[in-house]
């Protein structure tokens, strides 16, 4: 059983930084690939980035060259940095876990507004 707890959130400012962690229970963290997607009101979770086990990287082109998704193997925590906030970016974001099984947070909200 692996456990999710999402933190970081909260309102930014248009062109301004957050940065959310998602700090990961349980064994087995370090051969997970981990992932971050978010979700808005009447609109289906997508995906923002996703970090493998091996550290390779891939991101939603709405979020390329803003956020960077990164991971502490050591702290069972993967971060996501999000730099030049846009208001469309404002939603809550999830965190998962991809191992044997999937896993999901319970999400931090992220509001983008002046």
């Known amino acids: 059983q692996v456990q999710l707890v999402e933190s970081g959130g909260g309102l930014g400012q248009p062109g301004g930084s957050l940065r959310l962690s998602c700090a990961a229970s349980g064994s087995g963290f370090a051969i997970a690939d981990m992932g971050w997607y978010r979700q808005v009101p009447g609109k289906q979770r997508e995906l923002v980035a996703v970090?493998?086990?091996?550290?390779?990287?891939n991101y939603a082109d709405s979020v390329k060259g803003r956020f960077t998704i990164s991971r502490d193997n050591n702290k069972n925590t993967v971060y996501l940095q999000m730099n030049s906030l846009k208001p469309e970016d404002t939603a809550v974001y999830y965190c998962?876990?991809?191992?044997?099984?999937?896993?999901w947070g319970k999400g931090t909200l992220v509001t983008v507004s002046s």
């Open positions: 970090i493998t086990s091996g550290g390779t990287t």
């Open positions: 998962q876990y991809s191992g044997r099984y999937r896993y």
